[in-house]
Protein backbone atom coordinates (compact mmCIF):
# COMPACT_ATOMS: atom_id res chain seq x y z
CA UNK A 1 0.00 0.00 0.00
CA UNK A 2 1.36 3.49 -0.95
CA UNK A 3 -0.69 5.62 1.21
CA UNK A 4 -3.44 5.53 3.89
CA UNK A 5 -5.83 7.36 1.42
CA UNK A 6 -4.87 3.83 -1.03
CA UNK A 7 -5.56 1.89 2.04
CA UNK A 8 -9.11 3.33 2.61
CA UNK A 9 -10.45 3.07 -1.09
CA UNK A 10 -8.93 -0.69 -1.18
CA UNK A 11 -10.93 -1.59 2.08
CA UNK A 12 -14.56 0.58 0.85
CA UNK A 13 -13.93 -1.80 -2.24
CA UNK A 14 -14.14 -5.31 -0.37
CA UNK A 15 -17.57 -7.19 -0.21
CA UNK A 16 -18.45 -10.00 2.19
CA UNK A 17 -21.83 -11.49 0.88
CA UNK A 18 -22.34 -8.39 -1.38
CA UNK A 19 -21.89 -5.88 1.39
CA UNK A 20 -19.19 -3.14 1.36
CA UNK A 21 -17.69 -2.07 5.04
CA UNK A 22 -17.95 1.11 6.23
CA UNK A 23 -14.25 2.13 6.20
CA UNK A 24 -13.43 5.47 8.62
CA UNK A 25 -9.70 6.40 9.63
CA UNK A 26 -9.69 7.23 13.06
CA UNK A 27 -6.40 9.41 14.66
CA UNK A 28 -7.43 8.50 17.88
CA UNK A 29 -5.00 7.95 20.34
CA UNK A 30 -5.95 5.13 22.92
CA UNK A 31 -4.29 4.68 26.46
CA UNK A 32 -2.50 1.67 27.04
CA UNK A 33 -3.26 -0.55 30.02
CA UNK A 34 -6.93 0.51 29.79
CA UNK A 35 -9.09 -3.24 30.73
CA UNK A 36 -13.20 -4.11 30.38
CA UNK A 37 -15.06 -5.04 33.87
CA UNK A 38 -15.90 -8.71 33.76
CA UNK A 39 -19.14 -7.52 32.79
CA UNK A 40 -18.44 -5.02 30.18
CA UNK A 41 -16.40 -7.76 28.92
CA UNK A 42 -19.24 -10.40 28.87
CA UNK A 43 -21.56 -8.06 26.63
CA UNK A 44 -18.80 -7.98 24.23
CA UNK A 45 -18.35 -11.56 23.93
CA UNK A 46 -22.45 -11.85 23.67
CA UNK A 47 -21.39 -10.16 20.30
CA UNK A 48 -18.90 -12.33 19.10
CA UNK A 49 -19.40 -16.08 16.66
CA UNK A 50 -16.46 -17.70 17.08
CA UNK A 51 -15.06 -20.87 14.88
CA UNK A 52 -15.07 -23.86 16.71
CA UNK A 53 -12.11 -25.25 14.62
CA UNK A 54 -10.17 -21.43 14.99
CA UNK A 55 -11.59 -20.02 18.09
CA UNK A 56 -8.71 -17.55 18.18
CA UNK A 57 -8.77 -16.77 14.74
CA UNK A 58 -12.09 -16.38 13.23
CA UNK A 59 -14.15 -14.41 14.79
CA UNK A 60 -17.74 -13.09 13.54
CA UNK A 61 -18.29 -9.68 15.60
CA UNK A 62 -21.75 -9.33 15.52
CA UNK A 63 -23.58 -5.18 15.08
CA UNK A 64 -25.17 -3.94 18.25
CA UNK A 65 -28.97 -3.56 18.13
CA UNK A 66 -29.74 -0.03 17.59
Do not use: C, F, N
Not at 42 to 64: C, N, Q
Amino acid sequence: MVDVETMLEWAKSMTWKGLHPIVDLSRKVYQKGVTLSKRAMHAVEARLERDPELPKWDILILPTAT
